[in-house]
């Protein structure tokens, strides 16, 4: 599970993955809770439900909808922010504020694609009743598109730290800081999803989109590595990931609280 990376900083796994859900959770509410919850009641509504994957306000206004992505964008500022801040810190912590800013790009960018491809989603109904309709999709569509990969190509730079300069392993190494937590997020995300009080469609618009969807480029990220598209770092600077039980606990416990007490939902 543990396993050293080219300059003889440690990366284990496990600890990598737990990380990374609670990085998942705390991106899910903040867009669900701090998002179209703040905006809510900046709105004058009253907040009424709030699960994993869905918030309900008594009235939905253009700022409710778009209340949960700017979260995201917001939240994704300021993690950049405490990495930045944090060259000296634990690799565990900085790596957290990495998975954290980049869930966060991501899930916002995704939602701009999914909903101008889609037709569904926050967004989409953003735009209902705008004209011409298919102007303001198209132009989802390409915010979409562009701000995605302008989000993968910054979380990539900002990543060096991580994974060292030597180009010949950085690859190996930032796959095992991605994929994994991602396979481990997003399945968080569908089996809390299983549980909502609106019913199986939410399962499949909101929390695979976001989590599985949203977040892709998790998955394919690191190819990009490969040839000069990102400038390697210095090999001195790469942090190591040790084990440790403190995340791993923490990540259990948030898993448990996010799956049987959000994933139903809560009345407010």
Not at 53 to 79: I, K, M, Q, Y
Not at 101 to 120: C, H, R
Not at 190 to 201: E, K, S, Y
Not at 208 to 222: C, V
């Amino acid at each position: 599970m543990e396993k050293t990376n080219g300059n003889g900083a440690r990366q284990d796994l496990l600890t990598a993955i737990a990380i990374g859900l609670v990085a998942y959770i705390a991106a899910d509410l903040l867009h669900e809770g701090l998002g179209h919850g703040g905006a809510c009641l900046l709105s004058g509504g009253q907040p009424m439900v709030l699960s994993t994957v869905h918030f309900e306000c008594s009235h939905d206004t253009r700022l409710v909808l778009a209340g949960g992505t700017l979260a995201n964008l917001g939240a994704a500022c300021v993690f950049w922010a405490l990495l930045r801040a944090a060259r000296r810190a634990a690799g565990a912590w900085r790596y957290f504020f990495w998975m954290s800013m980049t869930i966060n790009l991501l899930q916002a960018g995704g939602y701009f694609l999914f909903s101008g491809v889609g037709g569904i989603g926050d967004w989409a109904e953003f735009v209902k009743g705008l004209e011409p309709a298919w102007v303001w999709r198209a132009g989802l569509t390409v915010l979409g598109v562009v701000s995605y990969a302008a989000f993968v190509r910054f979380a990539l730079l900002e990543m060096r730290p991580l994974i060292g300069g030597g180009p010949e392993d950085r690859v190996q190494r930032a796959v095992r800081l991605t994929v994994f937590p991602y396979l481990a997020g997003g399945t968080l995300s569908c089996i809390a999803g299983l549980f909502n009080p609106v019913g199986m469609v939410l399962v499949a618009i909101s929390a695979a989109a976001a989590s599985f969807g949203g977040t892709s480029g998790l998955a394919w990220m690191a190819q990009w590595l490969k040839g000069g598209m990102i400038p390697s770092g210095t090999a001195e600077n790469a942090a190591g990931i040790a084990r440790n039980w403190v995340w791993i606990a923490a990540s259990g416990s948030l898993a448990a609280v996010f799956i049987f007490v959000l994933g139903p939902g809560l009345r407010l």
